[in-house]
């Protein structure tokens, strides 16, 4: 159904100039033919009136569409096995948790932005002794104490008392490690030497 005010955007086809002979003072200057049409014209005058589509604007929002989607599936939607974030990896990106707050202080371009950089950091070394993981399949929260890195897997103790040895595929890095594991694992070698 069409309503008074509703906008479309229209492409000019041709512009036409009259011939100085067929002029009067009554006469527009160029006329203008909307693609699409076979007698919809416009003088410049009516031209003024329509707005101008901006390519740039309708590009921006398309993607701040598409953001906005990728960020709600990333921070609400999706458990952390399927790429989504726990509450820790949320603390970690934007300082705080509460998704309400992370929506009334970012953009979704902004809130990407930081996931993609976050998501970045946490990849640019690998999985290390002391980093803490998510198991994909079953969602599980532990720490790594043995990587084999030639084989790209890593032993886990996890926050339940499981214990098991993964690569590193199976396992998503929350960005958080803890330095102290790695520091306890060399004490307790040394007192077995």
């Not at 229209?10 to 909307?34: M, Q, W």
């Not at 939607?77 to 948790?97: E, R």
């Not at 309400?100 to 946490?122: G, L, P, R, V």
């Not at 958080?176 to 004490?187: A, C, F, P, R, S």
């Amino acid at each position: 159904m069409v309503n008074i005010g509703d906008k479309y955007i229209i492409e000019v086809e041709e512009v036409y100039i009259p011939a100085d002979d067929s002029k009067d003072c009554n006469s527009p200057s160029k006329l203008y033919r909307i693609k699409g049409f076979n007698s919809l014209v416009f003088d410049e005058n009516g031209l003024s009136k329509i707005e101008r589509a901006d390519e740039e604007k309708e590009k921006s929002y398309e993607d701040g569409l598409n953001d906005a989607w990728e960020a709600a599936k990333k921070i609400i939607l999706l458990p952390p096995a399927q790429g989504g974030f726990n509450y820790g990896q949320l603390d970690s990106i934007f300082g705080h948790h509460y998704t309400k707050e992370i929506f009334n202080t970012n953009t979704a371009s902004e809130a990407i932005s930081k996931i993609d950089k976050y998501e970045k950091d946490k990849d640019k070394d690998g999985i290390k002794i002391g980093d803490e993981v998510i198991e994909n399949t079953y969602d599980l929260l532990g720490v790594v104490i043995k990587v084999t890195p030639e084989e790209l897997k890593a032993h886990v103790v996890f926050c339940n008392g499981g214990f098991g040895v993964f690569s590193f595929n199976e396992l998503k890095k929350t960005g958080k490690h803890y330095d102290e594991i790695q520091v306890l694992l060399e004490k307790m070698r040394g007192k077995d030497e």
